[in-house]
């Protein structure tokens, strides 16, 4: 039988002592920076939104821009609630977009505008769906995600039919 200092250990496993970064998901701080980002975009989308549905006699557009509006305003209050239970503090800027959705004066091409900030936000979840750790959080993002894929999908059709 060999002496037992002669047997091989195993390395002590460190893996509890890793933080989340290291494993692979986003940490506090990169959340707070992802749902600020977010947040500022969800607004500019509700604004513009708002804004082109009281824009248009088309009914259908209308119908379809207040929905956008809705689900954008529904994000922006699941934004806060996460910025708040990270301890984070919400950005209270409008993003960007919105003044360049409002420089299109014809409403097919804002339109067409609008669905590519709401691709931007849909390609942002997608990258950070994996690294979120957090299973309500991964949860809401991905109601999010599919939200704006059927907006997206909704404003296509809507585009091909005009």
């Given amino acids: 039988m060999a002496h037992p200092a002669s047997i091989p250990a195993s390395p002590v496993c460190y893996a509890r002592e890793t933080n989340d970064r290291y494993a692979g998901y986003a940490t506090r701080e990169e959340l707070l920076v992802f749902l600020n980002e977010l947040l500022e975009a969800e ?9 082109t549905a009281d824009e248009t006699s088309d009914a259908r557009l ?10 954008e305003v529904r994000w922006c209050a699941m934004l806060l609630r996460w910025i708040a239970q990270l301890e984070g503090e919400a950005s209270p800027r409008t993003g960007a977009f919105y003044e360049k959705c409002l420089a299109i004066a014809d409403l097919a091409e ?10 931007w936000v849909a390609r942002r979840l997608r990258d950070m769906l994996p690294r979120t750790r957090d299973d309500a959080m991964h949860a809401d993002f991905s109601a999010m995600l599919k939200g704006h894929d059927e907006n997206i999908a909704r404003a296509d059709a809507h585009l091909k039919e005009s």
């Fill in 110 to 119: 804002r339109v067409a505008f609008i669905n590519r900030g709401q691709d």
């Fill in 62 to 71: 209308k119908s379809l821009m207040r929905d956008v509006q809705k689900d």
């Fill in 43 to 51: 607004r500019a989308g509700a604004r513009i939104a708002a804004r």
